[in-house]
């Protein structure tokens, strides 16, 4: 999976990004201005992380969208909203067709990114009766339910 094919996937679903210069940040190359993700191809070390930081975006109220910027948590995001953010980043990865480790690398969640591997490509995972509840997808084993996505964009 490549980060082209990831800001094409952005294109189609109406994600905010735009390309920058992107020197501070969580995430190498990635940080949230305004509910827009700035993407610095240049210092991204992983392009699924780009996945991971959309989501953020994308779970968050509209109304409230604008108001992420830098640090999600300082913003008012939440652990649930965490949860929904990995769970939205795990469907939009299997609408673009990209490998489990593209998402989940050995270099990011803590040292948890094989038991969200685990989680995820055995039909459990977490964070979508969030998303769920959102509106955004249904339940898994109903029509049209996790991973795929009804709306992307809460």
Known sequence: MTLDEILAFFDRIGLPYRTAEVTAGFLPGL?????CLLVDAARLTHPGDALHEAGHIAVAPA???ASLTGDVFACGQDTG????AIAWSWAALQ???GA???LFHADGYKGSSEAYIQAFTSGGGFGYPLLAWYGMTAMPG???GFP???RWMR
């Open 31 to 35: 940080m949230t201005d305004r509910g």
């Open 63 to 65: 109304d409230q969208r």
């Open 81 to 84: 909203d965490e949860m929904a």
């Open 95 to 97: 609408a673009i067709g």
């Open 100 to 102: 489990p480790e593209a």
């Open 142 to 144: 109903q029509p049209d």
């Open 148 to 150: 795929a996505m009804g």
